[in-house]
């Protein structure tokens, strides 16, 4: 199998999901990722009970795996002089150093971008944050159901304005995963850059700055048109009023069907025909792209009635020789059971601490039509003298670091 980051190194001193989800990424392509946890508690992420997001069976936590699978983990005290001294010997063959530390920690740690280029002046440094490195936000912290979700306006987009609460996030970590995406891209590019030019990059990711681009469409036409356009009431059959091709409908037993399709002078003959419409094909008020859309709103009341007729099970089967795009909306239990996600290797199994097979997300990239192959989060601090001796330290030094509280 193709590693395209084999043989790249990554010290990582980051903790809960958004940035270390990058050094997950790296790891499925093939690096070595070092991950640096506190020397007592280890990653603040460890245990964390919130929801479903806390699941776990025995030592196989999910919100942990997810974000770590593939590293190595070492506990280092970095306050601690002789922490901090291991921390600077891993970083001086390292290509990449990874932190989403806010300033007054990164400072007080020692971990600053002259700090770490002390010990690796060709080292990229890569900085996760909530708001960006400039500005009154850069020293605050934030997460992704707040700066990426809330403050960046998919909240805003996706609340009817008679919904009585703020939608969330549809699933936990879901901006982290997209911004943990987003640095490991950032750094493939810091790596080609410096292969051209040999000279490492500062590279910087907020979830600010993954929420704007996630919402970049509805920003950009706020900006053109000085107006916003809210998102429709709760009963409001708005897509229809455009394209009765385009919409989500409820089938008769209360699950639902999407049709997302963006030429409904194509797919309407088609549709008509796989909904037991026939006698609308030649309808003088839809038998042209120009009528359908006139009457659009017309043309869809036929769609979601004839849809509401019959289960979501007969829809998932009899809709597969449909041309034109549509989905099930489907629960978590039913993704990971669909068969487009097992043939394209999108789930794959992993083998926890305690030997028995799980399954986890892929992330989203494959190389040579092969996906990556998987490997457990590491235990806190479980490769701790593994790293130690590859640095060169002597069992006696090993020790001596650990009475000293330097390593854990």
């Known amino acids: 199998m193709h590693q395209p980051m084999k043989g790249v190194k990554m010290v990582e001193v980051a903790q809960f999901t958004f940035t270390p989800a990058a050094g997950a990424v790296l790891t499925d392509w093939g690096a070595d990722v070092i991950k640096v946890e506190h020397a007592v508690m280890g990653d603040a992420q460890r245990g964390l009970r919130l929801g479903t997001g806390g699941v776990a069976a025995g030592s196989f936590q999910p919100l942990m795996e997810h974000p770590n699978r593939g590293k190595r983990s070492i506990g280092l005290a ?7 001294a291991v921390l600077l010997e891993l970083c001086k063959d390292a290509d990449i150093f990874l932190t989403n530390f ?4 990164r400072t007080r740690l020692r971990i600053e971008v002259d700090d770490i280029r002390k010990a690796n002046p060709k080292i990229i440094y890569v900085r996760g944050s909530g708001h960006g490195q400039r500005g009154p936000d850069a020293v605050k912290g934030g997460y992704d159901g707040s700066t990426f979700w809330c403050r960046m306006g998919s909240a ?10 703020i939608v969330n996030q549809p699933g936990g970590a879901y901006g982290d995963s997209m911004g943990g995406m987003t640095i490991a891209g950032g750094i493939a590019a810091a790596l080609f850059a410096r292969e051209r030019t040999g000279e490492p990059s500062v590279v910087d990711i907020s979830l600010m700055s993954v929420g704007a681009w996630a919402f970049a469409l509805s920003l950009g036409n706020a900006m053109l048109s000085g107006e916003e356009m809210p998102p429709p009431p709760l009963d409001s059959p708005m897509n229809l009023r455009v394209n009765p091709t ?3 409908f409820r089938t008769s037993d209360d699950r639902w069907i999407n049709f997302t399709m963006l030429q409904p002078g194509r797919y309407f003959t088609d549709v008509c025909r796989h909904l037991e419409l026939e006698h609308l094909i030649d309808d003088d008020r ?13 043309a869809g009341k036929y769609v979601a009635d004839a849809i509401a007729s019959k289960p979501f099970s007969y829809w998932t089967e009899h809709l597969k020789t449909m041309e034109g795009q549509w989905a099930p909306v489907q629960s978590p239990l039913e993704i990971v059971a669909d068969a487009q996600m097992e043939a394209n290797g999108y789930i794959l199994p992993v083998t926890d ?11 989203p990239v494959q190389f040579d039509e092969r996906p990556p192959v998987l490997t457990r989060a590491p235990q806190f601090a479980e490769h701790t003298d593994d790293l130690l001796r590859e640095l060169g330290k002597s ?8 009475i000293d509280g330097a390593v854990t």
């Open 246 to 248: 385009m919409g989500t």
């Open 78 to 84: 970095l306050e601690h002089p002789d922490g901090h």
């Open 286 to 298: 839809f038998n042209t792209a120009e009528k359908l859309m006139a009457n659009s709103l017309e």
């Open 353 to 363: 601490v305690e030997g028995n097979e799980r399954r986890l997300v892929a992330s």
């Open 395 to 402: 069992q006696d030094e090993i020790i001596q670091l650990k």
């Open 102 to 105: 806010l300033p007054d920690a």
């Open 156 to 165: 805003w987009a996706t609340t009817p304005p008679d919904n009585p609460r």
